[in-house]
């Protein structure tokens, strides 16, 4: 098997998130090293009784998720194939490159919280992002223009996220509908993450990479993709650059599915919080069985569905 795994990002913190993580010996100092970031709290405690607003502050929700891609995948790591693709949707991909082995997990962590306080400290206030289905690219980048939004992921299906401002993002969703679109839902998400308007978060973020040690290139056997352009991850300095690029970049998620089938990928397992991106690669090509975390029980189960897809 060629497996694809895929590193949820953030909007859809929920209280039962760390289910299957989160009492595992295993990620017990992912955990610690969370609370860490959290002043103190507990992740598992945090999800449980944080209201939505603390859930979905941008800081928190970052760290959340990737504490999950994390735990997930050091849980799973003596099951996964030899063979895999790996990429990851906004944060997502900082996670990734822990999941491949070229952060290292605590490292990761604090990466994702510096990345989240380099995006706050140069974000206008009243940001965030919209979902809009239904409308071509054409039809939905004219939209952005004559908005002042922009295109911030490409997801399959003529799916799109959108960020600018509150205002901004409210006129263009009256417009998408008005157009045509078949679906306008705002996001829990504080920033208007993957656009211009925070150009000036990725070279401080790239500044903050450039201390870190990593792998020269990932394991044998292991292909890590770009957000921003679906290529493979060939030499680190060039990764680096493309991973502080994508806080004010447009996240290509549709060709990053795709390349994870033309790289082989027989199944999907997406680490969560969250089914969105199994949802999407099971819709767009429904003979490749994908699955996220959050579809199983127990990890025995999700283990289990591994070795059947083997």
Same mark, same amino acid.
């Given at each position: ?7 949820? %990002?953030? #909007?859809?913190?929920? $209280? ?5 993580? #989160? ?37 928190? #929700? ?13 849980? /799973? ?5 030899? !063979? ?7 944060? #997502? ?7 491949? %082995? ?13 990345? *989240? ?16 289905? &239904? ?12 908005? &002042? ?23 263009? &969703? ?28 990725? $070279? ?9 040690? &990593? ?5 044998? %056997?292991? !292909? ?7 290529? @493979? ?10 991973? *502080? ?23 999907? /397992? ?15 090509? @429904?003979?490749? @069985? ?21």
């Amino acid at each position: 098997m060629n497996l694809a795994i895929l590193c949820s %990002g953030q #909007g859809r913190q929920h $209280p039962d998130m760390f289910a299957l993580t #989160g009492d595992a010996p295993e990620a017990a100092s992912l955990f610690a090293h969370a609370a860490t970031l959290l002043d103190g709290r507990d992740a598992r405690e945090l999800v449980r009784n944080a209201d939505d607003v603390v859930l979905h502050h941008n800081r928190v #929700g970052q760290i959340l998720c990737a504490l999950q891609a994390l735990a997930a995948a050091s849980l /799973l790591h003596d099951r996964l194939p030899a !063979r895999r693709v790996i990429a990851g949707y906004s944060v #997502g991909e900082v996670a990734a490159w822990g999941v491949a %082995g070229l952060f290292d997990p605590l490292a990761t962590l604090d990466l994702v919280a510096k990345r *989240a306080e380099a995006m706050d400290a140069v974000s206008p206030s009243g940001d965030g992002m919209l979902f809009v289905r &239904g409308l071509a690219g054409s039809a939905m980048q004219q939209l952005c223009e004559s908005c &002042g939004a922009e295109i911030a992921i490409v997801n399959p299906g003529d799916a799109f996220i959108l960020g600018g401002s509150r205002a901004s993002l409210r006129a263009l &969703g009256d417009r998408a509908r008005k157009a045509g679109a078949v679906r306008v839902a705002e996001i829990p998400v504080e920033v208007a993450s993957h656009t211009s308007r925070l150009a000036a978060a990725s $070279p401080a973020f790239r500044a903050i990479l450039e201390r870190i040690h &990593g792998c020269a290139t990932p394991a044998p %056997g292991t !292909r890590l993709l770009s957000g921003i352009d679906a290529a @493979p991850v060939m030499e680190i300095g060039a990764g680096l650059d493309k991973l *502080a690029a994508q806080i004010s970049h447009t996240v290509h998620w549709a060709d990053c599915l795709r390349a994870c089938i033309e790289s082989g990928a027989t199944a999907m /397992l997406e680490l969560g919080p969250s089914r969105a991106l199994a949802e999407m690669a099971a819709g767009t090509w @429904p003979d490749i @069985p994908a699955r996220s975390l959050e579809d199983f029980r127990t990890l025995d189960g999700v283990r289990d569905w591994l070795r059947k897809q083997a």
